[in-house]
């Protein structure tokens, strides 16, 4: 978003993950069927689709201190899609072999895509050697997360260009598949929980500004896979889904906090809700979908007030599907599904 970078807002979440909280005074129906953190992804080939949009608006604010032109709405879309080779699980965590299979982004009215390099130069190879070598990551044998991201110097070097180079590792650099990675997991209960439960996590997200805030899990219903989800799998990401069970999770979550930048202040406010379907055999998620609303309120600049307050809103969507399988090119690119609407 060229507009609203013009103030060094990122439109990146980052979170960090604290204590959990569980409430048990809420549950429902006994149930045999259990949402279990313990469960670990079984080895095999698998494939990771993350999407995402995100709208914003820049409304008010002294422009001739900045120079601004009037602001414009902007739209982004970004879409990566992973294979994932999971290792057998050891006591000292799970080793996975990930390579991008796509990049694309939609930005400015320019779609930067690993499949279409002669498009837009040097910086759409770049999309195209992303994709070109596998990387490892170490899960943690506890929690099923991230612990580390080895082995993605070759692909930088294979990209080439310096300029290129820290473009494309800000974007999809460790931190990235990090978080990608990450999704697959999701936020499960520290206990094996029942229809009904919930619990808690206190999380800093930054968006438009840093925030703090609790969001809430609930373990909502179960529901059969629906029975054609491996079609919509093949067509969305070239991977067969499972039948199987899926646990349905909902989250609400606030936060707030002050504006990150050197020269405004200002607050930061967001809300999130979603849902994320977890496989009741192996405690991954399936498919997830989540939906952020922020604002910020700048109304001081250089340590002087503002006559006319700097409000930004963005709405970002992220929508995940995770299912076993190889990705086939052909079938996702015959997919007319939108990023995420």
Request: charged share 25%; net charge positive.
């Amino acid at each position: 978003m060229a507009t609203a970078r013009r103030f060094g807002f990122a439109f990146v979440t980052v979170i960090s993950l604290a204590m959990f909280t569980v409430r048990a005074d809420d549950v429902g129906a006994p149930s045999e069927e259990q949402l279990d953190s313990k469960l670990t992804l079984p080895a095999g080939s698998y494939v990771l689709r993350v999407s995402m949009n995100t709208d914003g608006e820049i409304r008010g604010g002294q422009r001739d201190l900045m120079g601004l032109k009037p602001p414009e709405p902007t739209h982004d879309e970004e879409l990566v899609i992973l294979q994932v080779q999971a290792h057998a699980p050891t006591p000292d965590g799970q080793l996975l072999t990930v390579q991008y299979r796509r990049a694309r982004r939609l930005k400015d009215s320019v779609t930067l895509d690993s499949d279409r390099p002669q498009d837009h130069g040097e910086l759409s190879q770049a999309y195209a050697d992303l994709t070109s070598l596998p990387f490892t990551v170490v899960l943690d044998a506890a929690t099923g997360r991230v612990n580390r991201v080895d082995g993605m110097e070759p692909v930088w070097q294979r990209i080439g260009r310096r300029n290129n180079i820290a473009e494309m590792q800000k974007r999809y650099g460790e931190a990235r598949v990090k978080s990608c990675i990450d999704h697959i997991r999701g936020v499960l209960p520290p206990e094996p929980a029942r229809i009904g439960q919930t619990w808690e996590q206190d999380r800093d997200r930054e968006l438009i500004g840093a925030g703090k805030g609790r969001d809430t899990y609930t373990f909502a219903a179960i529901e059969d896979a629906p029975a054609d989800a491996s079609k919509r799998a093949s067509a969305h990401a070239g991977a067969a889904a499972p039948a199987g069970r899926l646990a349905v999770v909902t989250v609400a979550g606030r936060h707030r906090g002050p504006v990150k930048n050197a020269k405004f202040a200002g607050i930061f406010e967001a809300q999130q809700k979603g849902t994320a379907k977890h496989d009741l055999t192996t405690g991954q998620v399936r498919f997830s979908t989540a939906q952020t609303n922020a604002t910020s309120k700048v109304d001081t600049f250089d340590g002087k007030p503002l006559k006319d307050a700097i409000i930004t809103i963005i709405t970002a969507r992220l929508e995940v599907r995770f299912a076993p399988g190889q990705y086939d090119p052909a079938a996702a690119a015959a997919s007319t599904q939108p990023l995420v609407k």
